[in-house]
């Protein structure tokens, strides 16, 4: 493998690696990774995580320490983790840090808004080079466990309702099912979740209604592969918003065209476009980001425009 020549700008990649991503398929490459990276000039750290939270305190580490090329190798929980600790206070701790990504096997649907490779080898080679991309970052505030306020972040989708049921549903299924496990999450969860009446606070356009969904976008696929904002782009500093009014009944029609994108526009499904977003309901509802439980409802999303890099 010939080396690339040229120096690299943005410094020495940190790679914080969940060794257990993709049925342990992170664990296994990871020499791999830094051999290909080597191979091109780039001199990578390695940090390796062992449980929730572990990303996080790597990236700030490394940010702090001056480091702010950031890769995260694995799936998108470690992206979310990484750039989760791109952020305190409501800003990015060193201005525009940089994101790379290496799915390794564990699927990533972040990258897929950018039409970056899931391959090692394609993924390695983008890590490689001056391309980069400023994108906004979601900050939601919402309730925890115990009832207080708390903030994540999150680069790509947020949902509210039945959507922040599956991705519960779906963390409880073996691990076997691999990304499969959002699909199935969905069928278990869809008969029994019950419609609320929500209240979409997103200026101009507010919604105030039945539905059974609400999502909050900044990237377009989620769920394992499924387009589900085709219109979103993440730098135009809003949210695309879609509520799912209804009936479930639709979803047995619906979700195949949401893979493809091709379920917009419909009458049971309400666009809206705003940069900061409130949501509360008759009832509290279970929120996911970027395929992670976070708390409930009252919620309330903000974009924080351009807050970081993507390596491309």
């Excluded at 096997?105 to 899931?118: E, R, Y």
Aim: net charge neutral; with cysteine; hydrophobic share 40%.
């Amino acid at each position: 493998m010939a080396a690339e020549a040229g120096p690299n700008p943005f410094g020495n990649p940190v790679l914080v690696a969940n060794p257990t991503a993709g049925k342990g398929g992170v664990a296994k490459r990871l020499s791999e990774i830094e051999q290909r990276l080597r191979a091109r000039g780039l001199i990578p750290r390695v940090v390796t995580t062992a449980g929730p939270g572990d990303a996080v305190k790597a990236a700030r580490d490394a940010l702090r320490a001056g480091e702010t090329f950031l890769v995260a190798v694995g799936g998108d929980g470690t992206v979310h983790e990484v750039v989760n600790g791109m952020f305190e206070d409501g800003k990015a701790i060193v201005e525009q840090p940089l994101l790379g990504v290496v799915a390794a096997g564990s699927g990533c649907d972040f990258i897929k808004t950018f039409g970056l490779p899931d391959d090692l080898a394609g993924a390695c080679a983008h890590l490689h080079g001056t391309n980069t991309f400023a994108i906004d970052v979601g900050k939601v505030t919402f309730l925890d466990g115990d009832g207080n306020e708390a903030v994540r972040y999150f680069p790509n989708i947020a949902e509210i309702g039945l959507g922040g049921a599956v991705v519960a549903r779906a963390a409880r299924l073996p691990r076997f099912f691999g990304r499969s496990r959002y699909f199935f999450g969905f069928w278990l969860t869809l008969p029994r979740f019950k419609r609320f009446t929500v209240n979409v606070e997103a200026e101009p356009k507010p919604f105030h209604g039945g539905a059974y969904n609400v999502v909050v976008a900044n990237g377009q696929f989620y769920g394992g592969g499924m387009r589900i904002s085709p219109r979103s782009w993440p730098s135009d500093g809003m949210f695309d918003l879609i509520v799912m009014t209804g009936p479930k009944s639709e979803s047995f029609t619906t979700l195949p065209k949401v893979y493809r994108g091709e379920h917009l526009p419909h009458p049971n499904m309400r666009e809206l476009k705003a940069a900061k977003v409130r949501v509360d309901a008759d009832r509290s509802l279970p929120i996911e980001a970027d395929g992670e439980v976070l708390g409930v409802t009252p919620a309330t999303f903000e974009i924080i425009p351009e807050a970081i890099r993507v390596k491309i």
